[in-house]
């Protein structure tokens, strides 16, 4: 079974500094699908970046981006010029090919931007 | 916009009690997931459905069933209600295809007394 790690519960940082979350998994699958979900305070969780395994180039979506490491089973989330509205719970996921297939979740990083 | 809607946001219950847990997403998404959600261990899965009337069980399922009878619908029950039930659940949806993101809803913080 797939597991995914996060290994800081807490990190802060902050307002307008860089930030970077940690996330490692483990498979035994090449083809799969990584995430990162954001949780704010209002409980609605939120998509902020996805990377397919077979991309060898990182995804970015705004100030966020992301370090994956395929052989190291590692996906990392760097937010740039952290912004108050980051303040957040965010949560690592894995989802392998194929439809139908299970969303495996993280412990997730509460993460702080302090003013 | 894409919908995902929790029946209740709180809810309490007895111990022994049969709970119903409902979420309804509106946009014909193949996939749907129970979660629950507590502190230092992230979400974790109770179950899924990939297709009315298919069901999986996830990592925790123990205590827990699920129906699916229309798309659009899925209900997570609580047999019997137990203190260690006491949790956020968290309902989600997606297209079948992997890379689709997933859907929530708002979560239902669900006290069992």
């Known amino acids: 079974a797939q597991t995914v790690t996060q290994s800081q519960p807490e990190m802060s940082v902050q307002e307008a500094e860089t930030v970077t979350l940690s996330c490692t998994y483990d498979?035994?699958?090449?083809?799969?699908?990584l995430f990162w979900y954001k949780q704010p305070p209002s409980r609605q969780m939120i998509l902020v970046i996805r990377?397919?395994?077979?991309?060898?180039q990182n995804a970015t979506e705004n100030r966020f981006s992301v370090n994956f490491q395929k052989a190291a089973k590692s996906f990392s989330l760097k937010i740039s010029d952290s912004q108050l509205g980051d303040a957040a719970m965010y949560f690592c996921?894995?989802?392998?090919?194929?439809?139908?297939?299970?969303?495996?979740f993280g412990e997730g990083t509460q993460l702080t931007v302090n003013p | 916009d894409v919908k995902v809607t929790q029946s209740s946001r709180y809810l309490v219950k007895r111990t022994g009690e049969k709970v119903f847990l409902e979420c309804v997403q509106d946009?014909?998404?193949?996939?749907m997931f129970w979660y629950r959600q507590d502190p230092g261990l992230g979400l974790r899965l109770i179950y899924f459905s990939y297709d009315v009337k298919m069901k999986e069980k996830g990592d925790i399922p123990e205590g827990y069933s699920v129906s699916r009878e229309k798309k659009e619908r899925f209900s997570l029950i609580l047999e019997s209600a137990s203190t260690n039930q006491t949790s956020m659940y968290l309902c989600?949806?997606?297209?079948?295809?992997?890379?689709?993101?997933?859907?929530f809803g708002q979560g239902t913080r669900l006290t069992v007394v």
């Open positions: 990377q397919e395994a077979y991309k060898q």
């Open positions: 498979t035994s699958e090449s083809d799969y699908y």
């Open positions: 996921a894995y989802r392998s090919q194929g439809s139908g297939s299970r969303l495996t």
């Open positions: 946009m014909d998404h193949e996939n």
């Open positions: 989600a949806s997606s297209r079948g295809q992997a890379r689709t993101e997933a859907f």
